[in-house]
Protein backbone atom coordinates (compact mmCIF):
# COMPACT_ATOMS: atom_id res chain seq x y z
CA UNK A 1 0.00 0.00 0.00
CA UNK A 2 3.15 2.58 0.66
CA UNK A 3 4.07 1.20 -2.74
CA UNK A 4 0.72 2.54 -4.27
CA UNK A 5 0.95 5.50 -2.57
CA UNK A 6 -2.22 5.44 0.12
CA UNK A 7 -2.48 7.75 2.70
CA UNK A 8 -1.06 6.89 6.26
CA UNK A 9 -4.43 7.14 7.77
CA UNK A 10 -5.95 4.62 5.23
CA UNK A 11 -2.76 1.81 5.77
CA UNK A 12 -3.14 2.39 9.41
CA UNK A 13 -7.24 2.17 9.65
CA UNK A 14 -6.67 -1.19 7.30
CA UNK A 15 -4.22 -2.29 9.75
CA UNK A 16 -6.65 -1.80 12.62
CA UNK A 17 -9.22 -3.29 10.45
CA UNK A 18 -7.19 -6.40 9.42
CA UNK A 19 -6.27 -6.45 13.30
CA UNK A 20 -9.63 -7.11 14.48
CA UNK A 21 -10.54 -9.88 12.65
CA UNK A 22 -7.08 -12.06 13.64
CA UNK A 23 -7.87 -10.98 17.22
CA UNK A 24 -12.00 -12.46 16.69
CA UNK A 25 -10.69 -15.46 15.16
CA UNK A 26 -8.45 -16.33 17.94
CA UNK A 27 -10.84 -15.83 20.27
CA UNK A 28 -13.02 -18.22 18.48
CA UNK A 29 -10.19 -20.72 18.62
CA UNK A 30 -8.99 -19.90 22.21
CA UNK A 31 -5.56 -18.67 20.97
CA UNK A 32 -4.72 -21.24 18.89
CA UNK A 33 -2.67 -19.86 15.86
CA UNK A 34 -4.72 -20.70 12.81
CA UNK A 35 -3.25 -20.37 9.44
CA UNK A 36 -4.57 -18.25 6.56
CA UNK A 37 -4.91 -20.93 4.50
CA UNK A 38 -7.85 -22.04 6.65
CA UNK A 39 -9.79 -18.44 6.70
CA UNK A 40 -13.01 -19.57 4.70
CA UNK A 41 -15.41 -17.98 3.01
CA UNK A 42 -17.92 -19.31 6.06
CA UNK A 43 -15.21 -17.43 8.18
CA UNK A 44 -15.87 -14.30 6.60
CA UNK A 45 -19.80 -14.52 6.35
CA UNK A 46 -19.52 -15.34 10.40
CA UNK A 47 -17.24 -11.87 10.82
CA UNK A 48 -20.01 -10.44 9.02
CA UNK A 49 -22.39 -11.07 11.14
CA UNK A 50 -20.46 -10.50 14.32
CA UNK A 51 -20.25 -7.05 12.69
CA UNK A 52 -23.66 -6.42 12.50
CA UNK A 53 -23.49 -6.88 16.00
CA UNK A 54 -21.28 -4.54 17.49
CA UNK A 55 -22.25 -1.68 19.27
CA UNK A 56 -21.09 1.97 18.08
CA UNK A 57 -18.34 3.16 20.02
CA UNK A 58 -18.87 5.71 22.76
CA UNK A 59 -16.09 7.79 21.07
CA UNK A 60 -18.17 7.93 17.45
CA UNK A 61 -20.66 11.09 16.84
CA UNK A 62 -22.68 8.88 16.36
CA UNK A 63 -23.46 7.39 19.58
CA UNK A 64 -27.07 6.83 21.15
CA UNK A 65 -28.21 7.79 17.90
CA UNK A 66 -27.30 4.49 16.24
CA UNK A 67 -27.47 1.52 18.24
CA UNK A 68 -24.79 -0.76 16.35
CA UNK A 69 -22.35 0.44 13.71
CA UNK A 70 -22.91 0.83 10.01
CA UNK A 71 -23.15 -0.81 7.20
CA UNK A 72 -20.83 1.75 5.66
CA UNK A 73 -18.36 0.70 8.21
CA UNK A 74 -18.81 -2.51 8.02
CA UNK A 75 -18.41 -3.17 4.55
CA UNK A 76 -14.91 -0.89 5.36
CA UNK A 77 -14.15 -3.39 7.18
CA UNK A 78 -14.08 -5.87 5.07
CA UNK A 79 -12.50 -4.60 2.75
CA UNK A 80 -8.83 -4.48 4.69
CA UNK A 81 -9.79 -8.32 4.11
CA UNK A 82 -10.12 -8.73 0.81
CA UNK A 83 -7.02 -6.41 0.92
CA UNK A 84 -4.92 -8.60 2.80
CA UNK A 85 -6.14 -11.96 0.58
CA UNK A 86 -5.40 -10.19 -2.48
CA UNK A 87 -1.54 -9.35 -1.41
CA UNK A 88 -1.44 -13.32 -0.40
CA UNK A 89 -3.17 -14.14 -3.63
CA UNK A 90 -1.10 -11.86 -6.26
CA UNK A 91 2.77 -13.08 -4.05
CA UNK A 92 1.92 -16.77 -3.04
CA UNK A 93 -0.61 -17.88 -5.38
CA UNK A 94 -2.96 -19.46 -3.08
CA UNK A 95 -5.78 -19.67 -0.21
CA UNK A 96 -9.29 -18.12 -0.46
CA UNK A 97 -9.59 -15.60 -3.54
CA UNK A 98 -10.07 -12.56 -2.40
CA UNK A 99 -12.74 -11.86 -4.96
CA UNK A 100 -15.56 -14.26 -3.45
CA UNK A 101 -15.72 -11.84 -0.41
CA UNK A 102 -18.84 -10.12 -1.29
CA UNK A 103 -18.78 -6.17 -0.59
CA UNK A 104 -21.67 -4.37 -1.63
CA UNK A 105 -21.09 -0.92 -1.89
CA UNK A 106 -23.24 1.35 0.52
CA UNK A 107 -25.02 4.15 -1.00
CA UNK A 108 -26.89 6.73 0.87
CA UNK A 109 -28.82 9.79 -0.89
CA UNK A 110 -28.51 11.71 2.14
CA UNK A 111 -25.91 14.47 2.67
CA UNK A 112 -25.39 15.95 5.82
CA UNK A 113 -24.40 19.30 5.59
CA UNK A 114 -25.20 23.40 7.19
CA UNK A 115 -26.83 26.21 5.93
CA UNK A 116 -25.48 29.71 6.40
CA UNK A 117 -27.60 30.17 8.83
CA UNK A 118 -27.04 27.24 11.13
CA UNK A 119 -23.02 27.46 9.95
CA UNK A 120 -23.32 31.47 11.87
CA UNK A 121 -25.07 29.56 14.94
CA UNK A 122 -21.94 27.38 15.00
CA UNK A 123 -19.85 30.00 15.12
CA UNK A 124 -21.38 32.15 17.86
CA UNK A 125 -22.23 29.15 19.64
CA UNK A 126 -17.93 28.53 19.65
CA UNK A 127 -17.67 32.27 20.72
CA UNK A 128 -19.59 32.19 23.70
CA UNK A 129 -18.96 28.09 24.68
CA UNK A 130 -14.97 28.22 24.64
CA UNK A 131 -13.73 29.89 27.98
CA UNK A 132 -10.45 30.76 26.42
CA UNK A 133 -10.03 32.82 23.51
CA UNK A 134 -7.39 31.15 22.17
CA UNK A 135 -8.93 28.15 22.07
CA UNK A 136 -12.10 29.63 20.08
CA UNK A 137 -9.91 30.96 17.49
CA UNK A 138 -8.64 28.06 16.75
CA UNK A 139 -12.02 26.48 16.31
CA UNK A 140 -13.61 29.37 14.92
CA UNK A 141 -10.44 29.00 12.14
CA UNK A 142 -11.08 24.96 11.37
CA UNK A 143 -14.21 25.16 11.02
CA UNK A 144 -14.02 28.34 8.50
CA UNK A 145 -11.55 26.41 6.76
CA UNK A 146 -13.46 23.41 6.65
CA UNK A 147 -16.53 25.24 5.51
CA UNK A 148 -14.87 27.29 2.79
CA UNK A 149 -12.32 25.20 1.69
CA UNK A 150 -12.93 21.55 1.27
CA UNK A 151 -10.42 20.48 3.47
CA UNK A 152 -10.24 16.89 5.03
CA UNK A 153 -9.74 16.94 8.70
CA UNK A 154 -5.84 15.35 8.44
CA UNK A 155 -5.47 17.80 5.44
CA UNK A 156 -6.50 20.74 8.06
CA UNK A 157 -3.95 19.55 10.92
CA UNK A 158 -0.97 19.34 8.46
CA UNK A 159 -1.48 22.92 6.86
CA UNK A 160 1.12 25.65 7.56
CA UNK A 161 1.09 29.15 8.63
CA UNK A 162 2.26 30.50 5.09
CA UNK A 163 -0.03 28.29 3.11
CA UNK A 164 -3.04 30.05 4.55
CA UNK A 165 -1.54 33.33 4.29
CA UNK A 166 -0.74 32.54 0.53
CA UNK A 167 -4.69 31.98 0.21
CA UNK A 168 -3.46 28.77 -1.29
CA UNK A 169 -1.73 25.56 -1.53
CA UNK A 170 -1.83 22.66 -3.32
CA UNK A 171 -2.64 19.38 -1.54
CA UNK A 172 -1.79 15.75 -2.69
CA UNK A 173 -4.74 13.65 -2.24
CA UNK A 174 -6.53 10.22 -2.64
CA UNK A 175 -4.69 8.19 -5.50
CA UNK A 176 -1.67 10.19 -5.28
CA UNK A 177 -4.35 13.21 -7.05
CA UNK A 178 -3.44 16.77 -6.48
CA UNK A 179 -5.60 19.29 -6.12
CA UNK A 180 -5.64 23.35 -5.24
CA UNK A 181 -6.92 24.66 -2.47
CA UNK A 182 -8.18 28.09 -1.70
CA UNK A 183 -8.05 30.43 1.63
CA UNK A 184 -10.73 33.14 1.84
CA UNK A 185 -10.12 35.99 3.25
CA UNK A 186 -12.14 35.40 6.61
CA UNK A 187 -9.75 32.58 7.31
CA UNK A 188 -7.02 35.12 6.86
CA UNK A 189 -8.86 37.24 9.36
CA UNK A 190 -8.93 34.34 11.59
CA UNK A 191 -5.73 32.92 11.24
CA UNK A 192 -3.84 36.56 11.75
CA UNK A 193 -5.87 36.82 15.16
CA UNK A 194 -5.54 33.31 15.95
CA UNK A 195 -0.91 34.15 15.75
CA UNK A 196 -1.52 36.75 17.69
CA UNK A 197 -2.97 35.48 20.59
CA UNK A 198 -0.80 32.46 20.45
CA UNK A 199 2.33 34.93 21.33
CA UNK A 200 0.47 36.00 24.23
CA UNK A 201 1.00 33.55 27.82
CA UNK A 202 -1.31 30.98 27.62
CA UNK A 203 -3.96 30.90 30.58
CA UNK A 204 -3.28 28.77 33.25
CA UNK A 205 -0.01 28.08 32.96
CA UNK A 206 1.18 31.39 31.46
CA UNK A 207 3.60 29.28 28.96
CA UNK A 208 4.39 30.75 25.15
CA UNK A 209 4.24 28.76 22.45
CA UNK A 210 8.13 27.84 21.11
CA UNK A 211 6.97 28.98 17.24
CA UNK A 212 5.07 26.52 15.23
CA UNK A 213 4.76 26.48 11.39
CA UNK A 214 1.71 24.59 12.09
CA UNK A 215 -1.94 26.25 12.08
CA UNK A 216 -3.45 24.10 14.41
CA UNK A 217 -1.77 22.90 17.75
CA UNK A 218 -2.20 21.77 21.00
CA UNK A 219 -3.35 24.11 23.80
CA UNK A 220 -2.81 21.62 26.73
CA UNK A 221 -0.06 23.95 28.36
CA UNK A 222 1.03 20.77 30.61
CA UNK A 223 2.43 18.51 28.39
CA UNK A 224 2.48 19.33 24.66
CA UNK A 225 1.52 22.83 23.88
CA UNK A 226 2.80 23.95 20.86
CA UNK A 227 2.74 20.77 18.88
CA UNK A 228 0.15 19.88 16.43
CA UNK A 229 -3.65 19.08 17.44
CA UNK A 230 -4.50 15.40 17.27
CA UNK A 231 -7.05 14.26 15.21
CA UNK A 232 -9.07 12.53 18.19
CA UNK A 233 -8.57 15.62 20.16
CA UNK A 234 -10.71 17.88 17.47
CA UNK A 235 -12.98 15.18 16.84
CA UNK A 236 -13.94 15.07 20.62
CA UNK A 237 -14.56 19.24 20.23
CA UNK A 238 -17.19 18.89 17.74
CA UNK A 239 -18.69 16.32 19.27
CA UNK A 240 -19.21 18.21 22.19
CA UNK A 241 -20.17 21.46 19.66
CA UNK A 242 -22.97 19.06 18.01
CA UNK A 243 -24.30 17.18 21.05
CA UNK A 244 -24.73 20.80 22.87
CA UNK A 245 -26.62 22.46 19.86
CA UNK A 246 -28.52 19.41 19.27
CA UNK A 247 -29.47 21.00 15.81
CA UNK A 248 -30.58 17.61 14.69
CA UNK A 249 -27.85 16.96 12.48
CA UNK A 250 -24.33 15.85 13.18
CA UNK A 251 -22.00 18.84 13.13
CA UNK A 252 -18.66 17.07 12.05
CA UNK A 253 -15.65 18.15 9.88
CA UNK A 254 -16.85 15.95 7.39
CA UNK A 255 -20.49 17.43 7.45
CA UNK A 256 -18.69 20.82 6.75
CA UNK A 257 -16.60 19.64 3.66
CA UNK A 258 -19.92 18.36 2.20
CA UNK A 259 -21.37 21.99 3.23
CA UNK A 260 -18.59 23.51 0.42
CA UNK A 261 -19.57 21.41 -2.19
CA UNK A 262 -23.33 22.22 -1.67
CA UNK A 263 -22.70 25.97 -1.54
CA UNK A 264 -20.74 25.41 -4.78
CA UNK A 265 -23.97 23.75 -6.83
CA UNK A 266 -26.21 26.27 -5.08
CA UNK A 267 -24.12 29.02 -6.53
CA UNK A 268 -25.09 27.48 -10.22
CA UNK A 269 -21.22 27.63 -11.16
CA UNK A 270 -20.23 25.55 -13.55
CA UNK A 271 -20.36 21.71 -12.65
CA UNK A 272 -16.77 21.24 -14.62
CA UNK A 273 -15.09 23.97 -12.59
CA UNK A 274 -16.85 22.47 -9.14
CA UNK A 275 -15.47 18.97 -10.16
CA UNK A 276 -11.80 20.82 -10.76
CA UNK A 277 -12.00 22.55 -7.11
CA UNK A 278 -13.38 18.78 -5.63
CA UNK A 279 -10.42 17.13 -7.49
CA UNK A 280 -13.08 14.25 -8.46
CA UNK A 281 -11.49 12.34 -11.69
CA UNK A 282 -15.17 11.31 -12.29
CA UNK A 283 -17.56 14.03 -12.78
CA UNK A 284 -20.12 10.80 -11.40
CA UNK A 285 -18.50 11.76 -7.80
CA UNK A 286 -19.31 15.60 -8.43
CA UNK A 287 -23.08 14.86 -9.71
CA UNK A 288 -23.48 12.74 -6.25
CA UNK A 289 -24.25 16.26 -4.37
CA UNK A 290 -26.69 17.27 -7.10
CA UNK A 291 -29.61 15.79 -5.38
CA UNK A 292 -29.21 18.05 -2.72
CA UNK A 293 -30.20 20.96 -4.41
CA UNK A 294 -33.80 18.77 -5.38
CA UNK A 295 -34.96 20.28 -2.04
CA UNK A 296 -34.64 24.10 -3.31
CA UNK A 297 -35.64 23.35 -7.16
CA UNK A 298 -39.54 23.86 -6.44
CA UNK A 299 -39.00 26.66 -4.92
CA UNK A 300 -36.87 28.21 -7.72
CA UNK A 301 -39.18 26.99 -10.47
CA UNK A 302 -41.57 28.65 -8.87
CA UNK A 303 -40.09 32.38 -8.59
CA UNK A 304 -39.47 31.98 -12.04
CA UNK A 305 -42.74 30.82 -12.92
CA UNK A 306 -44.65 32.63 -10.65
Not at 172 to 193: A, C, D, H, M, Q
Request: charged share 25%.
Amino acid sequence: MLNKQFSKNTIQNYETDLNLFIKWIRLKTWGITVWTEEISLLEVEHWKTYLSNVKTPKNSIYYQIRPTISQQTIQSKLTAIKSFLKFINLFYETWLDYKNIETKRVKTNYIECLNDSEFKNLKDYISDYEKYRINALRMLLLCNIGYTSWLRLSEMLNLTIQEVQKRETRIIWKGNKPRWVFFTPSSEELLEEYIEERRKPIPRTNKIEKKSDFVFISHNSWYDFGNPISKETVCWIMKKYSDWMNIGKRITVHSLRHSYATKLLESWMNIREIQELLGHSDLKTTQWYCHVLQSNLKNKVNQIFD
